[in-house]
């Protein structure tokens, strides 16, 4: 057998879900398949041989058990209660050699129960953008989504043409440059450890189905969270798991954009990066998405919007945690009270580690909001601030003085941090945690672009450089310069 399904989801939660059956599309052709993935997969050369043909829709693999996923969400804080696969399914699940169960899901597949006005479709440029930005969250470390593939469906999908020019310039489009082109479409094949999402919660809490609120919640701690023996211990381990994955993002500079609760997951795995980008310039108010006009995904929000959307689980979780409601509630919030020292220590984790700090000190904290403070009076870029650092422990100062202008208040600091480091040797140690490539905007944007017209030399080369962030080497250079002025303010959208 090619693909090792085991369909605990279809088996185990009978009327959550719909089953589904998907269309075949026309012309489908791989466009791009994630081989050191399958290999972790254990999926043979027959799945690749086959993946467009099974992924887009002409057959089914044996043992698939495809179907569309019920959620609901709180999308930029209004309630939305039924979303759920409007443009996607789950074909099944894999268990790896490793024993690892991951979803085997389809994005762009076409129309489902859950479509409203949608299309269901996805086009190729947000389809590679997902799979770039997987493999660079996952070469740094970050929990996350992957993708096996990407499949070219042979159709040509409508979008508003403003959507992909405004997307690169960043700017408002003239309205005469308003209208719809015809994008070519693809879908990806993502894998993740599940496609849980506090959303999916949120769906039957709406609808008071204790019954499959019940059944959902002991299916999600036994797949995820097997030593969590009640609700309360389960949404505890997603407290933990979910200030863990933010505190990681926020130490990288990660703006994942579009924060809604159905975008949530109970893993602690990010997922669906539509509007993510890696921020510049330092700047807690930094915002990319088009549709985020008030800010609320700003990265510097992100802490707090995680806590909200953790609160919105527990509010689902209610009726599981005590039948009387008061005792339920002190319950909820004694465990969400987690949350602000997780966040914290793992925050202040990472930014340790960032600096070369060893052990703990009790001025590390104000050590580090100082240096945020002078790359944000500077316009610092985020990533290359610390590779600079490190060289300056290597008695190399141009990199830092080509971002920092003020070279006094710069002094200032970098006495205290020396101090602090003493004689420690901390370049090299730096230097595996301060990625030197990130997948910088514009050069995604550039690679997209030429995708989209049948070149994908360019997105290929820019994978292999964010596949192996940590490592100086020759060429790395066009990976890691800043965007030139000339590309103006990113502004990215989500749902195309
Ligand atoms: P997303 O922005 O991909 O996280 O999707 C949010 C919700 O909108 C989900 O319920 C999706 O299924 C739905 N959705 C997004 N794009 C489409 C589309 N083109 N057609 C149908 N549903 C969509
Ligand atoms: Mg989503």
Redesign the pocket.
């Known amino acids: 057998m090619s693909i090792a399904f085991d369909n605990s989801y279809a088996r185990d939660l009978d009327g959550l879900y719909v089953a589904y059956e998907p269309p075949a599309f026309p012309d489908p052709a791989t466009v791009i398949y994630n081989q050191a993935l399958a290999d972790e997969l254990g999926l043979d050369a027959e799945v690749e041989a086959h993946a467009a043909t099974w992924f887009g829709g002409q057959a089914q693999p044996e043992g698939a058990s495809p179907l569309a996923m019920a959620?609901a969400?709180h999308?930029f804080g209004g309630f939305?209660p039924?979303?759920?696969?409007?443009?996607?399914y789950l074909m099944g699940e894999v268990v790896a050699p490793d024993g690892r169960r991951v979803d085997l899901h389809l994005?762009?597949s076409g129309?489902?129960v859950?479509?409203?006005?949608?299309?269901?479709?996805?086009t190729l440029g947000p389809v590679l953008r997902e799979y770039l930005m997987g493999e660079a969250m996952h070469a740094l470390g970050v929990p996350t989504t992957r993708a096996l593939a990407v499949v070219r469906t042979g159709e040509r999908v409508p979008r508003p043409t403003s959507v992909r020019l405004a997307a690169r310039k960043g700017e408002a489009l003239p309205d005469a440059m308003h209208g719809h082109e015809a994008l070519p479409g693809a879908l990806l094949v993502r894998v993740a450890s599940s496609h849980l999402r506090v959303g999916t919660f949120e769906f039957f809490a709406a609808r008071r189905d204790h019954d499959k609120l019940q059944r959902l919640a002991d299916y999600a701690r036994a797949r995820h969270y097997p030593e969590a023996e009640d609700a309360a211990e389960l949404l505890r381990a997603v407290v933990h798991a979910q200030a863990k994955l933010v505190a990681h993002w926020m130490s990288l500079g990660f703006v994942h954009g579009?924060m809604?609760t159905?975008?949530c997951t109970i893993s602690g795995e990010t997922i669906?990066y539509?509007p993510c980008a890696f921020m510049d310039a330092y700047d807690p108010q930094t915002v990319f998405s088009s549709i985020d006009q008030h800010g609320r995904y700003a990265y510097g929000r992100q802490p707090g919007i995680a806590a909200w959307n953790l609160a919105r689980l527990a509010e689902a979780l209610l009726p599981l945690l005590a039948d009387d409601e008061s005792a339920a509630i002190a319950q909820a919030e004694a465990v969400l009270g987690d949350y602000g020292p997780t966040y914290n220590a793992a925050f202040l984790g990472h930014m340790r580690a960032k600096l070369g700090l060893d052990g703990e000190a009790e001025d590390d904290l104000a050590l580090v909001a100082d240096l945020l403070e002078r790359m944000l009076a500077e316009g610092a870029d985020y990533t290359r601030t610390f590779r600079a650092l490190a060289d300056e422990r290597r008695g190399k100062r141009l990199g830092l003085l080509s971002l920092f202008s003020d070279t006094a208040a710069l002094d200032a600091w970098l006495t205290c941090w020396h101090a602090r480091l003493g004689d420690a040797d901390v370049a090299d140690r730096m230097d595996a945690v301060n990625p030197l490539v990130i997948p910088r905007n514009h050069k995604v944007e550039e690679a997209l672009d030429a995708a989209i017209t049948g070149d994908l030399d360019p997105f290929r080369a820019l994978l292999a450089a964010v596949s192996d962030p940590f490592t100086a080497r020759p060429g790395i250079d066009a990976y890691t310069q800043p965007a030139p002025e000339s590309f103006g303010r990113m502004v990215t959208f989500?749902?195309?």
Request: glycine share 28%.
């Open positions: 959620y969400g999308q939305n039924q979303l759920g696969d409007g443009r996607a994005k762009g129309r489902t859950f479509s409203r006005g949608g299309d269901g479709k996805a579009v809604n159905d975008n669906d539509g989500c749902g195309t």
